[in-house]
């Protein structure tokens, strides 16, 4: 029995989507609720699944088509395992004609890791798969690419280092075209996604009176804190991990509590003053910055917090947030921390107010009672809007961070 793909109905603040990337081709056996294609919007990527177990028949939307909400994307052959494979695919993304499944020592690769595995040199007969059925995903080609290769056998006579030119390193990445000549240069599409978080940090730049204040923080207490209590802690909660976002999440909630303008937005002339406290944190993933919301972060002990951080980074490199884990929010965490960056100036999150940005942990000499010693060290950077929020606000909200992480027993006093 024939069915009609379509398209998953897109909530009201997304007028449509762009088809980013079809796991399978036309003609491929697919089992009941596994991938089949992905739906770029401008805040998440979708998915949209096998409704049974069955045969992929056709694509009327190729990669790079824009859809709308419940369009059809493709007919799906319910009950049609083992059909002869149709010799029509998307060619944007798989050859002309399907190629047969590559076993590997796991099982069957799919055409998307197969493609992957092509850009990348990685030879699918070493990959171990883990997906269904032992079945080579990309995740498994990314991994596999990211270990060290295996040390070649001692060559009688020493060799050069191959050399790879700048056009080789071009064609590697994703787009279109040939990247040829001693100039080389290589076009790829913007997503959708990195298409929308440039035009909000655009106009986050240029509506907002943007000012940023720096201090620092010694680390000290909250590292022989959790260097104490974190065995404890994991075995006590099952497992998750007592890391330093959790503390500064709490430190943040309890200083918004004491300065609600930074908890606040501006909405046309109107000035909104939130009574709860909705903390995003901003995550890198491959396809550009997301910010997924811990909701109530008051109201939440450091077990769940981290348990919510650690669910939000599972799915962020899955790809899996969903428009409800990002909606909303009022006030923002960002970690350059853990890419080495030093100090940097955060940019807000329309349209919230304020952005605190934690930095690397760096080894300083301090002065200490009159001595020189050693400190673990952390940069804070507090971005705000200076129509609602004065310096002196701000500063004090900064500072405010500063002693509960330095001291966080004034978390648990409410000092």
């Known amino acids: 029995m024939s069915t009609e793909i379509k398209a998953p109905q897109f909530p009201e603040s997304v007028a449509d989507g762009t088809v980013a990337t079809w796991h399978k081709a036309v003609g491929e056996t697919v089992a009941r609720d596994e991938l089949l294609v992905d739906i770029e919007t401008d805040k998440v990527v979708l998915e949209v699944v096998a409704p049974a177990d069955g045969v992929l028949t056709a694509i009327h939307k190729d990669v790079g088509a824009t859809v709308l909400s419940e369009e059809v994307l493709g007919i799906f052959e319910a009950g049609g395992v083992g059909a002869a494979p149709v010799a029509t695919a998307p060619e944007a993304v798989f050859d002309s004609a399907p190629e047969p499944l590559v076993a590997g020592p796991g099982g069957a690769a799919s055409p998307a890791a197969r493609k992957l595995a092509s850009e990348l040199g990685v030879e699918l007969t070493q990959v171990q798969g883990s997906g269904r059925d032992g079945r080579i995903t990309k995740e498994d080609v990314q991994n596999a690419s990211a270990k060290p290769a295996a040390a070649p056998a001692p060559a009688p006579t020493a060799q050069p280092a191959p050399t790879v030119s700048a056009s080789e390193t071009l064609q590697r990445l994703p787009g279109v075209g040939q990247a040829e000549g001693d100039r080389p240069e290589r076009r790829v599409p913007m997503t959708r996604l990195r298409a929308s978080i440039a035009r909000r940090l655009v106009e986050a730049q240029q509506t907002a009176a943007m000012l940023t204040t720096f201090n620092e923080v010694n680390m000290q207490p909250i590292m022989d804190l959790r260097a104490r209590y974190k065995d404890d802690f994991e075995k006590a909660h099952n497992g998750t991990r007592l890391g330093f976002m959790s503390f500064f999440v709490r430190a943040a909630t309890e200083a918004l509590k004491r300065f609600p303008a930074v908890n606040g937005s501006i909405d046309g002339n109107d000035i909104v003053y939130h009574g709860y406290y909705d903390v995003g944190v901003a995550v890198g993933t491959d396809r550009g910055l997301v910010v997924p919301i811990i909701r109530d972060a ?118």
């Open 298 to 415: 008051d109201g939440l002990s450091l077990a769940q917090i981290e348990e919510q951080i650690r669910d939000y980074g599972l799915k962020a490199r899955d790809g899996k947030l969903g428009l409800e884990d990002m909606a909303g929010g009022t006030f923002t965490i960002s970690n350059g921390g853990v890419f080495g960056s030093l100090m940097s100036t955060p940019i807000l999150n329309p349209p919230q107010t304020a952005i605190l940005g934690m930095h690397k942990i760096q080894d300083r000499p301090m002065a200490v009672n009159g001595q020189v010693v050693i400190q673990p060290m952390m940069y804070l950077a507090l971005s705000y809007d200076h129509r609602l929020i004065d310096g002196s606000e701000a500063v004090r909200f900064l500072v405010t961070i500063k002693d509960l992480l330095e001291e966080p027993a004034r978390m648990l006093l409410d000092i």
